[in-house]
């Protein structure tokens, strides 16, 4: 098993539809990020969960809505997308705050390639 | 507000050579981290090396080391001996460890594409 998996690796969606994208990570970390990465812009923080709850929302619009049932799994459930929604949405685990020693570093999943028509 | 500044959209290197990325980096916080992560074509990011604004020394991790001057808040890249693999988006990032806030927060650069010529 790697690290952090994500599905689907590819997503094409229509503006109406609903879809989830899952992140699954077997690092035994305590936090869960997602990021996106569009075109020509650097890769931007949507969400952290640290222990299971949500502590950071970068004001992302309400049509991605996160869960992260337990500390192994992150969803993110996306509905009625617009096209400038179409990135990379890259997963991420961390134990956090770091171990003593640690660097705490990102360990980050191969991502979800998004398109919305 | 932090921000991570990488100038260099793309750079080439010739196979077995060394190569510099720039990274610059502008807070007004004392305490924070440094980190330069590798992104191939499979979209998977890889991290390369860290370091702390309190680090004494500038990190070394194999092939990767960084030049860190904290005068002038720049945190280069030097990749030696350059290898076809290395090909690949590199991206400079930075997080902050104010109390209470996720270290796992990072602010990242525009990122730099390098490209190995055999």
Redesign the interface.
Known sequence: ETGVTQTPRHLVMGMTNKKSLKCEQHLGHNAMYWYKQSAKKPLELMFVYSLEERVENNSVPSRFSPECPNSSHLFLHLHTLQPEDSALYLCASSQDPPLAGVTGELFFGEGSRLTVL | AQK?TQTQPGMFVQEKEAVTLDCTYDTSDQSY?L?W?KQPS??????LI?QGSYDEQNATEGRYSLNFQKARKSANLVISASQLGDSAMY?C?MTLFAGGT??????????TILTVHP
Request: proline letters at 0%; a neutral charge.
């Open positions: 991570i981290g980190f992560y499979s979209g998977e990011m890889i991290f860290y991206f990032a996720s270290y796992g927060k990072l602010t990242f650069g525009q990122g």
